[in-house]
């Protein structure tokens, strides 16, 4: 009874960590955002067939590219409490499958975005997925400053999914600097809420470098002060209305007051009331989108 037991579990266990190699809650948010992205840049009745192409075609090569980004740094990831039960690190999975694994699904979610959107689609999501993997896993090991290059596949994509509905325009590129700000005090929150962990990695980000966490808050003061007039920019080019103008700088403006109050006591607490605002500001600020877009 035990060794058909274990013999029914085993498989469940190990899909599960495949599964997990993908970043499904991280993956959620590429979905959402690609999603946004093609119902603000339709111009015509919505094609749902479309649509779930090119939603599930993004989840894919970002369930891709998120696995490649684990086999290439699962030294890392064993080195921190957070991530060392990850499958790679544990040992519950090797490298050679999992990178097989990552590139059936990014070569399956290229073929499916090229036939079932479009080719622009697909090559956007091409770059996405080389700029993660190729570009930006590498360069965090180098440079702090590899954030600002991580923020360029985070926020692509939404641009896959305008692309597969409209050519591409400003009003794409205003969608995307709205991501691509964002994730930068979302990424600061981040590593200073869990600064003793990354502490074990030696890797070259702010909080490893910055113990007092001044750098740490004026970078994360800038970038709020910058979402603010970024933020409004999808309704200068006409993607949104007043009604999304209003509430996405009324957001950014709380952000900004939830960084000036970690930057005047920089501790744990206010910290992580700084990464979950952040949590929430996407989410929020896409729903106005879609709720000025509707109406």
Not at 74 to 99: C, H, N
Not at 151 to 168: E, K
Request: net charge positive; proline share 5%; hydrophobic share 55%.
């Amino acid at each position: 009874m035990t060794t058909e037991a274990a013999a029914i579990t085993a498989p469940r266990s190990r899909l599960a960590d495949f599964v997990a190699l993908t970043k499904p809650r991280l993956n959620s948010l590429v979905v959402v955002t690609a999603g946004v992205g093609y119902v603000a840049a339709r111009g015509g009745p919505f094609e749902v067939i479309t649509f779930l192409h090119t939603t599930v075609g993004a989840m894919l090569v970002a369930g891709g590219a998120a696995a490649l980004n684990q086999v290439a740094e699962r030294d890392l990831d064993k080195q921190m409490q957070r991530t060392r039960d990850r499958p790679l690190p544990s040992g519950r999975l090797q490298p050679s499958e999992a990178t097989w694994a990552a590139l059936l699904l990014a070569g399956a979610g290229l073929v499916q975005l090229a036939l079932g959107a479009n080719l622009t689609a697909a090559v956007v999501a091409l770059a996405t997925l080389l700029s993660y993997v190729a570009v930006y896993t590498p360069l965090k090991r180098a440079t702090h400053w590899a954030l600002l290059v991580g923020a360029v596949p985070g926020a692509l994509p939404v641009v896959i999914g305008w692309s597969a509905a409209a050519p591409l325009s400003a009003g794409a590129w205003s969608l995307f600097a709205v991501v691509f700000v964002w994730q930068l005090p979302h990424f600061l929150a981040l590593t200073w809420l869990f600064r003793n962990d990354f502490a074990r990695t030696e890797l070259p980000l702010l909080s490893n470098a910055d113990p007092s966490g001044r750098r740490t808050a004026t970078h994360l003061l800038v970038y709020a002060g910058m979402l603010i007039p970024v933020s409004v920019t999808p309704t200068w080019y006409g993607v949104a209305g007043t009604t999304y103008a209003v509430g996405a700088v009324a957001l950014s403006v709380g952000l900004l007051a939830l960084a000036v109050w970690f930057a005047r006591g920089r501790g744990t607490e206010r910290a992580r009331l700084l990464f979950r605002a952040t949590l929430l500001y996407l989410p929020v600020v896409w729903g106005l989108l879609l709720l000025d877009s509707a109406g």
